[in-house]
């Protein structure tokens, strides 16, 4: 069974901070995605990584996947109150698993104070 | 507006009493699946359809039905509810690529089971 274990579970940083999201596996993917998701919504894509090694930047949000397609993070640059939200990742697995089964992790709960 | 609506979005019933929730996409996307989440194991995949009466079985598939008779709609089907099935349901769609799965869920809709 592919996981995707995503850390921290809880970030409360204050506007201006640094913070990074870890999404960690043993297992490689074809692509890993990130979400956000507000309080009584669905999730909303931001990004898609696809080649190990790639990082995509999205303003303040930057997305790196890992060399072996195991991993990936988010860092965002001065965090703003409007970055509050739940983030998390998914990946897809092309290759080995199912085409269209997407993992998700647990997600992170970000809260950024003003 | 390209969009994925739910409906109900909320919704309370007994344990027993047969429910339907109706999912519906206008992006003519093959793709489309079923999640529920919950605090703290996160958003778990129920079922998935890849095409019109293709249908395959997620992570959490037990006591849920579903049916892909039209492109655009997929509605998951609970024929005797239970009090663990209390949960929040999204579904969403996706236009399949190579390597990629890029979901566009519903608002979700929040159902409780007595």
């Known amino acids: 069974t592919q996981l995707l274990e995503q850390s921290p579970q809880f970030l409360s940083i204050q506007e201006g901070e640094n913070l990074t999201v870890y999404c960690n596996s043993s297992?490689?993917?074809?692509?890993l995605q990130w979400y956000r998701q507000e309080p009584g919504e669905g999730p909303v894509l931001l990004v898609t990584?696809?080649?190990?090694?790639e990082v995509k930047k999205l303003k303040r949000l930057t997305f790196q996947f890992g060399d072996a397609r195991k991993d990936s993070s988010l860092h965002i640059t001065a965090a703003q109150p409007g970055d509050t939200g739940l983030y998390l990742c998914?990946?897809?697995?092309?290759?080995?698993?199912?085409?269209?089964?997407?993992?998700f992790g647990k997600g992170t709960k970000l809260s950024v104070k003003p | 507006e390209a969009q994925v609506t739910q409906n109900p979005r909320y919704l309370i019933t007994v344990t027993g009493k047969k429910l339907t929730v109706t999912c519906s996409q206008n992006?003519?996307?093959?793709?489309m699946s079923w999640y529920r989440q919950d605090p703290g194991l996160g958003l778990r995949q129920i079922y998935y359809s890849m095409n019109v009466e293709v249908t395959d079985k997620g992570d959490v598939p037990e006591g849920y039905k579903v049916s892909r008779k039209e492109k655009r709609n997929f509605p998951l089907i609970l024929e005797s509810p239970s009090p663990n099935q209390t949960s929040l349901y999204f579904c969403?769609?996706?236009?399949?690529?190579?390597?990629?799965?890029?979901?566009?869920f519903g608002a979700g809709t929040r159902l409780s089971v007595l």
């Open positions: 969403a769609s996706s236009q399949l690529t190579v390597y990629k799965n890029i979901q566009y």
């Open positions: 990584v696809v080649t190990g090694g």
């Open positions: 992006m003519n996307h093959e793709y």
């Open positions: 297992s490689v993917f074809s692509s």
């Open positions: 998914a990946g897809a697995d092309f290759y080995g698993g199912s085409q269209g089964n997407l993992i």
